[in-house]
């Protein structure tokens, strides 16, 4: 039966250095503030800020939710952002998603300062990952490069298989683990038209899945021994599942993060570290 990676204990290391991260950032008179925008009303959202405010609070950063109206339009969103850019004492800005439809994402995303942008989603930012010296990039793609990490495994001419290709996902994680020399693949849609979706995972030292479609991933194609990080939050019934075949999978792999109790807490953890360095880099 394989491991179970506990991202319950190391997001609670990672928070141990964000406290200790603090206490000498207050030493230096300097108070990290995170400011949330959110644009309209979304009950899933409301969550996540919810959860954010909390584990702000408790490392003792200034936690501030700003709503705009439905109906503001994408530059005048944009020239909100651009205040939030120009107040010093703001040291951090998230955007909340979805927007509206029909505004410009990216666009709105990249009107964030890269030094304010605790979600690594401005082109410089993510710019800085093909460099290989990121400092802040996407909170759950550092999430993910922390567990494997954190299981002391040398990536060093592993096979890696990433199942997913999001901007904030796919793409870096596959960026943050090439330049360790690992040998990764990117899986997509069109891989799993074309049927080499199973050839590509059976042959994976480290597989990482993020796609949102509940056990996408059968467990008997998992390597016998390898490592598994379920990247996906999915509701089934009453139950949250991950995008592997939990039950089987677990068999195989020599580690694997459950769902729930894996990359979620680590990716929460993650933010307030990209919170503090932005505070860190406002100083500079």
Not at 124 to 143: D, E, F, K
Not at 152 to 168: A, N, P, Q, T
Not at 208 to 230: R, Y
Not at 239 to 257: C, M, Y
């Amino acid at each position: 039966m394989g491991n179970l990676i506990d991202g319950k204990a190391i997001a609670e290391k990672v928070k141990e250095e964000v406290k200790k991260e603090m206490e000498v950032l207050k030493t230096e008179g300097i108070e990290p503030g995170l400011v949330a925008i959110q644009v309209g009303e979304n009950p899933a959202s409301a969550i996540y800020t919810n959860q954010q405010k909390k584990n702000c609070e408790k490392a003792g950063i200034g936690y501030e939710l700003k709503t705009f109206p439905q109906d503001i339009t994408e530059e005048q969103l944009i020239a909100e952002i651009g205040k939030l850019n120009g107040d010093s004492s703001i040291t951090g800005i998230i955007l909340q998603l979805p927007l509206p439809q029909g505004m410009d994402v990216r666009k709105v995303q990249a009107s964030i300062l890269p030094e304010k942008d605790v979600e690594g989603v401005n082109p410089a930012n993510m710019g800085w990952i093909v460099y290989g010296r990121p400092y802040l990039a996407p909170c759950t793609a550092l999430a993910v490069k922390e567990i494997i990490d954190s299981t002391g495994v040398d990536l060093y001419g592993k096979e890696v298989v990433m199942v997913g290709h999001s901007d904030i996902v796919g793409k870096p994680v596959a960026l943050l683990l090439v330049d360790k020399f690992a040998t990764v693949s990117i899986c997509h849609i069109g891989t799993s038209d074309a049927g080499m979706l199973e050839e590509h995972i059976r042959r994976a030292d480290i597989l990482i899945v993020a796609v949102g479609k509940a056990n996408l991933v059968p467990g008997k194609w998992i390597k016998e021994g390898a490592i598994v990080v379920d990247v996906g939050i999915n509701r089934v019934g009453d139950k949250i599942v991950g995008d592997v075949e939990f039950e089987t999978a677990k068999e195989r792999a020599s580690l694997i993060t459950p769902v729930p109790g894996g990359v979620g807490p680590v990716t929460t953890a993650i933010l307030l570290r990209n919170v503090v360095r932005a505070a860190k880099w406002a100083k500079k």
